[in-house]
């Protein structure tokens, strides 16, 4: 069980937006953040499942996942770790062109061994029910890049074991056995996870590790003589914040770049929705 260096991360929340995104979207209960609105408030989001690769902001916000490929659609639930059925998840996963991968219908994957992402995938739950995990190994993103997860439950994720696992068409590897994350990014980059629902898993719920870039951690050091401010947010039960440093903390953001930000009251109705979501396809996902 590696300890990661890493225990935060931070793919959304960075302070860069593409312009043409929609700012906070408001519905009859809820306001949706900006990477929601961005395809949540699309009634034909089902049709245009690949325009969520647009919806990213900050770190993880290049993350294409198989943006550019064809749509692969899961219809089997079964796994096998070194030679995967046609229509299984690892199957699509493996592969080594552009995939987004979506499900026929809801179902629960156990994974007999860790499943080894390839590059450029989408896996995309909207509009069914997801679960992988259920006591067996989850999902492992290693030396690849340009892996979006989307609105998978991950539950219940177990060690894998010492043996074979295929991690393309051409590639058999020996494996020494998964920690039990999961999601555990190792030495990858443009990785976005979102709206997933996580829990009791054997290790961490997602570890990064090994030089995964494009991913954020808080520092120690001297921060006293650091500049640090807060705007707009809310202290509760006794929590404060210390400021420090002097003179402007203003970054140097393009005009592009900016974006409002909505006041620290607002975070529960914007964190309101978060993991996994239920929505119906041929209606906008708002609730
Ligand atoms: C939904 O999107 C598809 C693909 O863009 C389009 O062909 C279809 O007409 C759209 N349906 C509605 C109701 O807008």
């Known amino acids: 069980m590696e300890k990661p260096f890493l225990s935060f991360l931070l793919l959304l929340f960075s302070p860069t937006l593409i312009s043409s995104l929609p700012y906070y979207y408001p519905t009859t209960k809820n306001i949706l953040n900006p990477i929601d609105s961005c395809w949540r408030a699309?009634?034909?989001?089902?049709?245009?499942?690949?325009?969520l690769a647009n919806c990213a902001v900050g770190f993880g916000a290049s993350a294409m996942g198989g943006k550019y490929g064809p749509i692969y659609i899961v219809t089997d639930s079964s796994d096998d770790p070194i030679n995967p059925k046609p229509g299984t998840l690892r199957y699509a996963a493996i592969q080594d062109n552009p995939l987004w991968i979506i499900f026929s219908r809801s179902m629960s994957i156990r994974l007999r061994n860790e499943l080894i992402m390839n590059s450029y995938k989408t896996i995309d739950g909207r509009g069914a029910s997801v679960s992988i995990g259920g006591g067996g190994p989850c999902i492992t993103i290693q030396n690849v890049n340009h892996i979006i997860v989307h609105g998978i439950v991950l539950h219940g994720c177990a060690r894998g074991s010492s043996g074979n696992v295929r991690s393309s068409p051409e590639h058999v590897g020996h494996r020494i056995?998964?920690?039990?994350?999961?999601?555990?990014?190792?030495?990858?980059?443009?990785?976005?996870?979102d709206h997933c629902s996580m829990s009791e898993c054997y290790d961490g719920l997602v570890d990064v590790t090994h030089g995964s870039t494009r991913v954020t951690k808080r520092v120690e050091g001297n921060w006293k003589n650091w500049k640090w401010r807060s705007t707009k947010d809310v202290f509760l039960n006794g929590a404060y914040f210390v400021p420090s440093g002097w003179g402007s903390c203003s970054p140097g953001y393009s005009a592009q770049q900016q974006f409002y930000v909505a006041p620290g009251t607002m975070v529960p109705s914007l964190t309101s929705n978060a993991g996994v979501l239920n929505c119906l396809t041929g209606k906008a996902c708002v609730y």
Not at 43 to 48: D, E, G
Not at 184 to 192: E, Y
């Open 177 to 193: 056995g998964s920690h039990g994350d999961g999601v555990n990014i190792w030495h990858s980059t443009d990785v976005w996870i």
């Open 42 to 51: 699309d009634p034909n989001w089902s049709n245009h499942r690949q325009n």
